[in-house]
């Protein structure tokens, strides 16, 4: 049987405060919390879900997702400064 951390337990696991926690949840912000399990009325974490979120936090911040730079197209000839951006991208 693994170990069942409370959110006051979470909490100062990972140094927020409790009431964050009960916030993430009730707002659905469910991605920046990790899986959770409902006892009745009763939130828990399993811990090694904890652990397993904490890993995949260092991941991303270690190696971000880079998004596309998406230039937006005008009507008219390109710029200059406009075609080198693109030249640049491609």
Do not use: D, H
């Not at 920046?32 to 995949?56: C, D, H, M, T």
């Amino acid at each position: 049987m693994q170990k069942l951390l409370s959110p006051t337990e979470l909490a100062s696991f990972l140094s927020i405060a409790r009431q964050t926690i009960y916030n993430r949840i009730s707002s659905g912000n469910i991605a920046s919390l990790p899986k959770y399990i409902k006892l009745g009325s009763l939130v828990r974490f399993p811990l090694a879900e904890v652990e397993a979120w904490i890993a995949l936090q260092i991941n991303e911040t270690q190696f971000p997702k880079l998004e596309p730079v998406v230039i937006a197209r005008r009507r008219g000839r390109p710029t200059k400064a406009e075609q080198i951006a693109r030249r640049r991208i491609q």
